[in-house]
């Protein structure tokens, strides 16, 4: 039986939604203020926190950082039920590590759903590793690779838009998962010609090693090492090649094939052009990042790239949407945008001013700034895709 804590210093709010959620069928903690909310998720963890923001004491938006900090509270998930509607409200709440915003007055039904929607959505990040994935599965026995049943997993990080922070995620993603996982993650660069990947970790052009393309038609692992540029961090990245070059698709079908049978995981920073080596990296990917913005033309994009996967029997569910706050106050929020792709939002990145800036001086938020609320939304993303693909312990 799943347990939900509900910390509202309302005394008939807390009656009501424990007597709507036992009915339901959960087991239900009922705190009066965030001190006494933090005492019983320490001592006993539930699976979902609802909160208040307004309360003596600890004030919601607090609670929920702590919950976050604490390595024995930072997997639960985290609903924010308050009488504020303004963005800016919204915006705190996902920056202090909230799953979800919901302004009331909300039904009893509603939290529910929100609730169970959740926990859904958790179920099938932890049962990644178990899911038949018929399309992929089948594509990678018909290459009967010896490797394939050490094969690595492939997470590609994709938008049909450009522009909307795809680099950025791959970059800081890929630093989460080397720091997670304490080894290395190859983060290959797939774009026709080199784009800010080395910048975006502080390198310069000197770090490469010359053109892949020069390697002809038949890829070899000590051919490919000799490509790979090393960050401190772990991650080793294989850049896109130079504007005067191009590698031929098969040549980049080849260095993910072969990543994958050397490393647990590799991610692609993948370029928003659907030419032959991005189509193959998506659908032969055990994961898609799929980034967009709160913005109706991204929005749009992204559930027209949708369909086209699902009409090439790319499994539905490894397809986990993100969404880049790029803006302080979006015209979209986040539950209307769950709502119109009819489907769970699986990280949200908060908004923050400097993102790009810091990209541009090589300087990821994730190793600059590793308690700012972006980088703290990473690292739950990272970790919840490496417990999924069981690189690591589930909570």
């Known amino acids: 039986m799943k347990t939900v804590l509900i910390v509202d210093d309302d005394v008939n709010i807390g009656r009501l939604f424990d007597y709507a959620l036992q ?13 006494q909310g933090l005492a019983l998720a320490i001592k006993q ?21 702590r919950l976050r900090a ?7 998930k985290i609903v924010f039920l308050t ?36 926990l859904a959505l958790e179920r099938e990040e932890v049962s990644l590793h178990t899911r038949p994935l018929p399309g992929i599965r089948q594509r990678r026995t018909a290459e009967s690779e010896p490797e394939a049943k050490s094969r690595g997993r492939l997470v590609a990080c994709f938008s049909p838009s450009p522009g909307v922070g795809v680099t950025t995620l791959s970059v800081n993603l890929s630093l989460a998962f080397a720091l997670l996982l304490r080894a290395k993650v190859p983060l290959v660069e797939l774009h026709a010609t080199q784009g800010s990947v080395l910048p975006a970790f502080g390198l310069g052009p000197e770090s490469l090693r010359g053109n892949l393309r020069a390697a002809g038609e038949d890829l070899s692992w000590d051919t490919l090492l000799q490509h790979l540029v090393n960050h401190p961090s772990g991650v080793r990245i294989l850049p896109g090649p130079p504007p005067d070059s191009e590698v031929p698709p098969v040549l980049s079908r080849q260095a993910l094939s072969i990543l994958l049978s050397r490393f647990p995981l590799v991610l692609t920073d993948t370029s928003s052009e659907p030419d032959t080596r991005v189509q193959s990296a998506l659908l032969t990917a055990d994961l898609i990042l799929l980034m967009t913005t709160p913005e109706p ?14 009409s090439l029997e790319y499994p539905n569910q490894q397809i986990l949407l993100v969404v880049n706050n790029v803006r302080p106050k979006p015209d979209i929020s986040i539950e209307q945008i769950r709502k119109g792709m009819r489907r ?3 990280g949200i990145i908060p908004h923050e001013p400097r993102m790009k800036e ?10 600059a700034e590793p308690r ?24």
């Not at 963890?45 to 950082?65: N, S």
């Not at 749009?300 to 699902?310: S, T």
């Not at 700012?372 to 909570?395: D, E, K, N, P, W």
């Open 23 to 35: 009915k339901a069928g959960f087991s239900v903690m009922v705190a009066r203020d965030g001190s």
């Open 45 to 65: 963890p539930p699976d979902v926190a609802v909160l208040d923001v307004m309360m003596p004491g600890v004030h919601g938006y607090e609670l929920c950082r």
């Open 70 to 76: 604490n390595p024995q509270t930072a997997h639960i």
């Open 83 to 118: 009488a504020r509607t303004q963005p800016v409200d919204e915006q705190e709440a996902m920056r202090a590590g909230a799953d979800r915003f919901l302004s009331k007055p909300v039904m009893p039904g509603e939290l529910v759903d929100e609730i169970e929607s959740l």
């Open 297 to 310: 033309p991204v929005l749009r994009a992204v559930a027209q790239l949708i369909q086209a996967l699902r």
């Open 344 to 346: 769970p939002v699986f």
């Open 358 to 367: 810091m990209i541009r001086a090589g300087q990821p938020l994730l190793i």
């Open 372 to 395: 700012s609320a972006v980088a703290q939304a990473i690292g739950r993303m990272s970790t919840q895709i490496a417990q999924g693909f069981r690189l690591i312990a589930s909570a």
